[in-house]
């Protein structure tokens, strides 16, 4: 594959309402949007899922930039290659910084898909023609969270996330079962308790959750096997699960039943790839997991979910959810719970130019010569 250059676009966009988690509220969304580009003109999109701030994972829009820049780029660049696969394969001799890995390696996925003529969920295995849909609620009350929850619901999500933290939890999940008693739930701690809320967290048993993401910390998988083993709730783990090895401890232990894999979280396709083969294995379910992101990795999320093993519905929402207007020239739109794999080539979405153009706060383009 020849790359001709990199482009570099630092977007800012507000969001319609702000997004409530314990860690952090997000009004407005700061990412990187990473265009590669082809001898014959041919153009591969990613984009990086940090933060402003380290609220999430300790990487930054700033970190990830630096990352790109000074060492992501320059080792694409460094010598030839011929397939996306040996990119992910070159950036394991970078320590950490996975979100930056994964927005360059799924550009040149998308582009080298792009070159085959072929969508991306194709040559990575996928079989679903429809995307499940799910949403997140995080607001700062429950009534507010029984609000939005009814909007999503009659939008035809089919299952809805709720964010909970000590102090916002049992009263929450049980005034949203109150309100909707079949609805598909599950909480989400963003690794908010400790062991010693346990009895707290069996609180959470009776009220019928899917699973309970991440309720413990990031470096704690052998407290989460403890803490599976008193709750029947089951554990779906998002933050502690960054490399295929994490996956593997987390099965030797019996950490959690379930994973949400975000490209972004855990380098990039190579990485996830590896993290779903190994659930398939060991019987552990999976969902792609959301970042409060633009179209480029929405469009990527949904190639992911096109594989087999994707059964529960994801983060995987409209783009009119967060944005007044996406950055790509047809929105990603939830129809009947339901979005529908996206059969152009690539990632099968093309940048809005004029829109990217309005909220880009700087760009960047570095050629390979
Ligand atoms: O913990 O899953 C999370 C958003 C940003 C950072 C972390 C998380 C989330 C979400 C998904 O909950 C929200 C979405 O993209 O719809
Ligand atoms: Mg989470």
């Given at each position: 594959m020849k790359i001709k250059s990199?482009?570099?676009h630092v977007i800012s966009m507000p969001l319609k309402k702000p997004f409530v988690t314990h860690l952090q509220t997000v009004d407005k969304r700061e990412g990187i949007i990473v265009e590669v580009e082809d001898d014959d003109g041919l153009r591969g999109l990613g984009e990086g899922v940090a933060f402003s701030t380290p609220w999430y994972t300790e990487e930054t829009v700033k970190t990830s930039y630096h990352i790109l820049k000074d060492v992501l780029i320059p080792l694409v660049n460094s010598k030839p290659f011929q397939h996306s696969v040996e990119?992910?394969?070159?950036?394991e001799a970078v320590r950490g910084n996975a979100m930056a890995k994964a927005a360059l390696e799924m550009a040149v996925w998308d582009l080298y898909a792009r070159q085959q003529q072929t969508p991306l969920w194709k040559l990575i295995g996928g079989v679903r023609e429809d995307i499940l849909a799910g949403a997140v609620v995080g607001a700062d009350n429950a009534q507010m969270m029984v609000k939005q929850t009814e909007e999503l619901v009659n939008e035809g999500y089919q299952r809805i996330k709720l964010k909970i933290s000590p102090g916002a939890d049992v009263e929450i999940v049980k005034e949203l079962r109150r309100h909707f008693p079949a609805l598909s739930l599950l909480a989400d701690a963003n690794s908010a308790y400790s062991l010693e809320d346990k009895a707290h967290l069996q609180a959470l048993d009776e009220?019928?959750?899917?699973?309970?993401?991440?309720?413990l910390g990031i470096d704690d998988l052998v407290e989460h096997s403890l803490l599976q083993k008193e709750i029947t709730t089951p554990i779906c783990l998002d933050?502690?699960?960054i490399t295929p090895h994490?996956?593997?401890?987390?099965i030797h232990l019996g950490s959690c039943g379930v994973v949400n894999?975000?490209?972004?979280?855990v380098g990039g396709y190579l990485s996830a790839l590896e993290i779903y083969r190994l659930c398939q294995e060991h019987h552990i379910k999976v969902w792609c997991g959301g970042m409060i992101e633009f179209g480029v990795s929405r469009a990527h999320n949904l190639a992911l979910s096109t594989l087999e093993g994707f059964s529960i519905p994801g983060d995987i929402s409209s783009s009119s959810k967060y944005w007044e207007e996406d950055i790509i020239t047809s929105p990603i739109v939830v129809e009947n719970g339901v979005v529908k794999r996206l059969d152009g080539a690539g990632i099968g979405v093309e940048l809005n130019r004029k829109r990217l153009n309005s909220v880009t706060m700087m760009k960047e383009t570095f050629s390979s010569d």
């Open positions: 990199i482009t570099l990119i992910g394969k070159r950036f009220y019928d959750l899917e699973m309970i993401e991440q309720p933050e502690s699960i994490d996956m593997k401890s987390a894999i975000k490209l972004g979280r």
